[in-house]
Nanobody, 122 residues
Framework: QVQLVESGGGLVQVGGSLRLSCAAS????????MGWFRQAPGKEREFVGA????????VYADSVKGRFTISRDNAKNTVYLQMNSLKPEDTAVYYC???????????????WGQGTQVTVSS
């Protein structure tokens, strides 16, 4: 199973930026895409965005479009989540994951990182 390690979380003020990284232990062979999810206290884990390995297409949740950007570095087996114009409602634990199937569903992802906390203060 692919091991994923997130980093880059922290405390930031409203309107600030953070960049999260997700390093994979190996190229995610057999997985079609890498995604980012987040989970706030008392809420379901929700889809943030994902990149499809073949072709590089990227999709985002409506709540982060225009503010968050996903990129990847194939040589480093790393995917990034650049978060700009952060809002208090972006506060959550952020997870990266790899999977196949329906890209927006967390059930499609079978390898998960341990998560990194992002806190946006007002």
């Amino acid at each position: 199973q692919v091991q994923l390690v997130e980093s880059g979380g922290g405390l930031v003020q409203v309107g600030g930026s953070l960049r999260l990284s997700c390093a994979a232990s190996e190229r995610t062979f057999g997985r079609n895409f890498m995604g980012w999810f987040r989970q706030a206290p008392g809420k379901e884990r929700e889809f943030v965005g994902a990149v499809i390995w073949s072709g590089g297409s990227i999709v985002y949740a409506d709540s982060v479009k225009g503010r968050f950007t996903i990129s990847r570095d194939n040589a480093k087996n790393t995917v990034y989540l650049q978060m700009n114009s952060l809002k208090p409602e972006d506060t959550a634990v952020y997870y990266c994951a790899a999977g196949n199937g329906f890209i927006y569903s967390r059930r499609s992802y079978d390898s998960w990182g341990q998560g990194t906390q992002v806190t946006v203060s007002s």
